[in-house]
Nanobody, 115 residues
Framework: QVQLVESGGGLKQPGGSLRLSCAAS????????MNWYRQAPGKQRELIAT???????TYADSVKGRFTISRVNAQNTVYLQMNALKPEETAVYYC?????????WGQGTQVTVSS
């Protein structure tokens, strides 16, 4: 069992920056993938950033160049640095951990981009 707790959401003006955190605890294997998703009202959940345990990262085209996923190994914490935020990126942001074919999810953190 893995527990994931997101934090760092809030209200930001367009063009602003925000850093989300995802603290992972529990039975974490050596090989896994950490993901950040978001879900806007009335829309499907969207995968926006991925980081493997080997350190490879991938991003959705919509966030490439503006968002960065990173990890602090000793703390089992994954971050999502979000820059140049847009109003349409208002959503609940979730982190997930995939290992052994199983996905565990956090509870989500609300990000609102508005002037």
């Amino acid at each position: 069992q893995v527990q994931l707790v997101e934090s760092g959401g809030g209200l930001k003006q367009p063009g602003g920056s925000l850093r989300l955190s995802c603290a992972a605890s529990g039975n974490i294997f050596n090989i896994y993938t950490m993901n950040w998703y978001r879900q806007a009202p009335g829309k499907q959940r969207e995968l926006i950033a991925t980081r493997t345990s080997a350190g490879s990262t991938t991003y959705a085209d919509s966030v490439k160049g503006r968002f960065t996923i990173s990890r602090v190994n000793a703390q089992n914490t994954v971050y999502l640095q979000m820059n140049a935020l847009k109003p349409e990126e208002t959503a609940v942001y979730y982190c997930s951990l995939r290992q052994g074919g199983v996905d565990d999810w956090g509870q989500g953190t609300q990000v609102t981009v508005s002037s």
